[in-house]
T-cell receptor
Framework: GDSVTQMEGPVTLSEEAFLTINCTYTATGYPSLFWYVQYPGEGLQLLLKATKADDKGSNKGFEATYRKETTSFHLEKGSVQVSDSAVYFC?????????????????FGQGTILTVHP | DGGITQSPKYLFRKEGQNVTLSCEQNLNHDAMYWYRQDPGQGLRLIYYSQIVNDFQKGDIAEGYSVSREKKESFPLTVTSAQKNPTAFYLCASIRDRGSNTEAFFGQGTRLTVV
């Protein structure tokens, strides 16, 4: 079945540091890939997405490139801020799964807690 | 503004009680999903529905039930058969089945057994 693996956290950085959160996936079809962010006590918000190989998603200074050859979708940001402190989830949607049982659903990684200090 | 509304935000349940979590969307989305979130485990799919009057079990459906009588509504009942119900529950919707568009999430309901 489909699966998503994220680097284990928590990740603690100083403000203006470079951020990388690794994400790799396994899917039987041709998935779309997503990064979601969750602030304390809230639901998830879409951060960025990519729907095909070599696409780059970007938003709010965050970027991730869909690498089919390495089945990866690593999240990066060149200079983090305190306000970026949150939990980050990598996810995939594989609507054409051959078995039909994952039709349209999202499969999530376990989440990575990011804390940024001033 | 369109969106997904979950209620209540906090819910307390006594042992042996059934409780129902509400999820309403006005996005005109076909597909709706319920996820459970536990610390360090990410989100796990409980149930999903791709169309009115139809729903499917997810990965951890035991002890839960759902209904989809209206397109806008997808309530989740946590039954007394769910042995460890304390968790954060998230409802989501996607425009149509097979779509690669993003899911929209509600703000979540935190359920605690007392």
């Amino acid at each position: 079945g489909d699966s998503v693996t994220q680097m284990e956290g928590p990740v603690t950085l100083s403000e203006e540091a470079f951020l990388t959160i690794n994400c790799t996936y396994t899917a039987t079809g041709y998935p779309s890939l997503f990064w979601y962010v969750q602030y304390p006590g809230e639901g998830l918000q879409l951060l960025l997405k990519a729907t095909k190989a070599d696409d780059k998603g970007s938003n709010k200074g965050f970027e991730a490139t869909y690498r089919k050859e390495t089945t990866s979708f690593h999240l990066e940001k060149g200079s983090v801020q305190v306000s970026d402190s949150a939990v980050y989830f990598c996810a995939l949607s594989d609507p054409y799964n051959a078995g039909g049982t994952s039709y349209g659903k999202l499969t999530f990684g376990q989440g990575t807690i990011l804390t940024v200090h001033p | 503004d369109g969106g997904i509304t979950q209620s209540p935000k906090y819910l307390f349940r006594k042992e042996g009680q059934n409780v129902t979590l509400s999820c309403e969307q006005n996005l005109n989305h076909d597909a709706m999903y319920w996820y459970r979130q536990d610390p360090g485990q990410g989100l796990r799919l409980i149930y999903y529905s791709q169309i009115v009057n139809d729903f499917q079990k997810g990965d951890i459906a035991e002890g839960y039930s759902v209904s989809r009588e209206k397109k806008e509504s997808f309530p989740l009942t946590v039954t007394s058969a769910q042995k460890n119900p304390t968790a954060f529950y998230l409802c989501a919707s996607i425009r149509d089945r097979g779509s690669n568009t993003e899911a929209f999430f509600g703000q979540g309901t935190r359920l605690t057994v007392v």
